[in-house]
Nanobody, 123 residues
Framework: VQLQASGGGLVQAGGSLRVSCAASGLTFSRYGMGWFRQAPGKERQFVASISGSISSTYYADSVKGRFAISRDNAKNTVYLQMNSLKPEDTAVYYC?????????????????WGQGTQVTVSS
């Protein structure tokens, strides 16, 4: 299984950015997908997740109303649209996949991980 995250970059506060995660080596529609982030010196934290088939979504309180997770099962890709970005959103963003967990905020509960993509929000 490979998860390849991309789309990170530098953006000003208030701006928008979309990160993507392309998956291979798994039956994508059967997996819940999640996004986590990790800032320097901090623990990895849950951002959002989406179920495999009916696309139920879940968000951390800190990003509700600003971020939107979506998926395209035909392209084996999950997206995270980030709007109204704040400097505190600066982190490496990781995608994760798992057959059974969806709402777990614990990184250890998720089976597969991508390599991460850096998002930097300047003030």
């Amino acid at each position: 299984v490979q998860l390849q995250a991309s789309g990170g970059g530098l953006v000003q506060a208030g701006g928008s950015l979309r990160v993507s995660c392309a998956a291979s080596g798994l039956t994508f529609s059967r997996y819940g997908m999640g996004w986590f982030r990790q800032a320097p010196g901090k623990e990895r934290q849950f951002v959002a997740s989406i179920s495999g088939s009916i696309s139920s979504t879940y968000y951390a309180d800190s990003v509700k109303g600003r971020f939107a997770i979506s998926r395209d099962n035909a392209k084996n890709t999950v997206y995270l649209q980030m709007n109204s970005l704040k400097p505190e959103d600066t982190a490496v963003y990781y995608c994760a996949a798992d057959r059974t967990v969806l709402t777990s905020i614990r990184p250890t509960a998720w089976q597969y991980w991508g390599q991460g993509t850096q998002v930097t929000v300047s003030s």
